[in-house]
C-alpha cells in the first residue's frame, strides 16, 4: 500500500492530498520588474496539474535591493498583486497547495545586481573560482535588521491575500536567516550574535512577525539546514536545538536540507557512502530530529527511488518526501508515480568537461532553471540540452541586468 498517496493534515489543519512536495527551484524568470512572469505561472500551472500535494515556489525576495539573481520575483508591496492572483490560481481545481518560499540572500548576493550587499557581520563568501562575484557584506544595523523582520511578514501577508495557501521561511543553504545561524558568518556581538539563543533569534523573529500578521491558522513551514558541513560552522545539534524552538513557537511543517553556497551538499556535494546507500542526503538527521519534534518533517535532497521514498515514510521518519530536480524533468512526477508509470527517476550528470567551471556547482542550477523556462514556454523538457547553452544564457541575463536592461 502506498503511503506516498494518503493525504496528511498539518497542524494548523490545512489537508495535503499526498506526501509529494515539489521543493523549492529559484526560477530566475521575473519580468524585468521582478514580478512573476507569464512563463512562471505557465510552468507552475503544469506543475500544479502534474500531482503535488504541495508545491513550493522558488525563493521569492523580500527586498528588491537584495536580489540573489538577476530574475528573481520580488513581493515587497502590492504593485503587482494582480499577477500574484493570477500564479496562485493555478492551483484551483487541483486539491494543491502552493506555498512561496520567502527569502533574503544576505551575502549569497551577486555584486553585479546589488549596489549594496548585507550581513550579519563582513563575513565574505569563499567560493572555489566563484568568490569575485561577490561583495563582503556590510554588517547589518539594528534598525535594517528589523525592517528585514518587517518585510518578510509583510510579504508573507501579500501572499496570504493572493491567494497562496501557507509560506515557507527560506532558512536554510547559506541565505541570510542562515548566515545568522551560524558561527561562520555571524561574528556579531549584541543580540544577534554569540551564543545560539541570540543567532536563531532573526529566524525566531521572522517566524513571529509572520505569525502575527497572518494568523493562527495559516501554516507557516521554513527549510532550514541539517547543518552547513563546514568547519566552525551551524552544527546538527544546533540545528535540533532551532527545530525545538520554532516547534515550540507553533512552526507547521519544517523541511530539511543542508549546505551553503560554499559547500553544496543540499544538491549531494560529497557525500557519504552511508548517504549514497540511503539515497536521500539528511536521512541520518531527520532520525533524530523526529524524536525531539512533534511537528511534521518534510525531507528534501537525493531522493530518486519510489521504494526509498515508501521506506522513509513507513518507518516513520518524515512525514512529506521532497524533490526538486527530478521536477523540472519530470513535471507530472507524483502522477506518474501513483500511476505506477515511474519507479525509479534518472537525471542526467552534467558536466562541461572544464573542472573549474563543473567546480563552482552553478552549472546543476542554470541547467535546471533552463528547464523550468521551457515548462514556462510550454515546451517539453529538454533531457540532452548542453551545457554551454546553459552558461551563455545565464552570462546574457546577468549582462543585461547588470547593465540595466
Ligand atoms: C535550479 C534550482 C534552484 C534551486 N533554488 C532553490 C531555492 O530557491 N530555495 C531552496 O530552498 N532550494 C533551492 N534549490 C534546492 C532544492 O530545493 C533542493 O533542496 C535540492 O535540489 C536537493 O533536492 P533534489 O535532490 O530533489 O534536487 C534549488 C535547486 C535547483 C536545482
Redesign the pocket.
Known sequence: MSKLNTPFQLPNGSLLKNRIAK??????LSNKDHSPSKEIIQAYRTWAKGGAGLL?T??VMIDSKAL?EPRNVVVEDRKHFDKLVEWASVIKDTRAHMWP?L?HPGRQAMGSINKVVVGPSAVPLKIKGGSMMFKTPKPLEESEILDIIERFGNTALIMKDAGFTGVQI?G??GYLVSQFLSPRTNIRTDKWGGSLENRARFALEVYRNIRQKVGADYPIGI?INSADFQRGGFTEEESMEVVKILSSEGIDLI?I?GGTYEKAS???ASKKQSTIEREA?FLDYIEKARKITDKPLLL?????TVSVMEKALADNNLDIV???????LYPDLPNAIFEKRMTNITLPSLTTGIKAIDKMGFL??????MQ?KRLGEGKAPDPKMGAFKVIARNIRVTLSKAIGG
Request: no cysteine; net charge negative.
Open positions: 521543493s523549492a527551484m529559484s526560477e530566475n513550493i522558488g525563493n540573489g518560499q527569502n527560506h536554510a543553504h527549510k523541511e536540507s543540499m544538491m549531494g542526503y528534501t535532497g537525493g531522493f530518486r521532497g524533490m526538486a530536480r527530478p521536477f523540472t546543476e542550477l542554470m541547467w535546471h532553471e523550468i
